[in-house]
């Protein structure tokens, strides 16, 4: 937040390492996105469990079985790296609140799926009085949109812009949009503004949920169709599994 309130601090992103960073999706050209962000946020526990995994010792089939049962089990387990997962929308309305607090200007760039995103301007402003949106703009994943985007960014100046467009288009436009940018830190927001927190359609999970770390089961219930985007969770388990064990095999005893 300070940096967003410095005007003379210079642009950066944000972003949260999902899963699909680590798959067949993470190309050299995604992964230097990654890697120049000025801050890298954990969303997920997925995240969590395989910092804490990747310290302990044994890395077996067992191993690797006890550790995920944990996550329900013994959610403390999977904190000891990384203590806090950061929840995109939870982490969004804190900062909202933060802004309007400050007086500082925000700008909203996405396509949420029930609305407009004027929309979820007027119930942001309406839930958090006196909150300033300096700006809004659709979400488009096409670089030849680029140019007009810039203009009105940089007419408007705001000091903080939220980016909701989805893995791994909001990693790219903010890569692109943020070195042209005289000011502001631009965050990463995935699906934050289809939740009803956001002024979307989507009911979030319960908190006891959201606390183990599996709001994700939850919407895959709710939206089946996202089947094809849990599928990397699998994926990224087993790739933890083989760095672990080839990091036990080459180590020095």
């Known amino acids: ?132 949106i300096v700006g809004t703009a659709p979400g488009r994943a096409d670089p030849a949109g680029d140019p007009a985007l810039l203009a009105e960014l940089r007419r408007c100046r705001p000091d903080l812009i939220l980016v909701g467009v989805g893995f791994p288009a909001q990693e790219r436009l903010m890569a692109r949009l943020s070195p042209q940018l005289g000011h502001g830190v631009l965050i990463g927001e995935g699906g934050s503004f289809d939740f009803r927190e956001m002024g979307g359609g989507i009911r979030r999970a319960p908190g006891p949920l959201r606390r183990l770390g599996l709001e994700w089961l939850w919407r895959l219930v709710r939206e089946p169709r996202r089947l094809g985007r849990q599928l990397a969770i699998p994926r990224f388990v087993a790739a933890v599994q083989r760095e672990a064990r080839h990091r036990d095999q080459t180590s020095p005893k």
């Open 1 to 132: 937040m300070e940096r967003a309130a410095d005007p003379e601090s210079p642009p950066a992103y944000v972003l949260k390492p999902y899963v699909e960073f680590f798959g067949p999706r993470a190309t050299p050209a995604v992964r230097a996105i990654f890697e120049g962000a000025w801050l890298r946020l954990a969303d997920g526990v997925a995240v969590q469990w395989a910092a804490a995994y990747g310290r302990r010792p044994g890395h077996r089939i067992l191993d690797l079985l006890r550790s995920l049962a944990a996550i329900v089990l013994r959610p403390r387990s999977v904190t000891t790296v990384i203590p806090e997962r950061v929840a995109g929308a939870t982490l969004t309305l804190s900062l909202l609140g933060a802004c309007r607090d400050r007086g500082l200007g925000v700008f909203l760039i996405g396509s949420p799926k029930y609305n407009s995103i004027t929309h979820t301007a007027r119930y942001l402003e309406g839930a958090l009085p006196g909150l300033r």
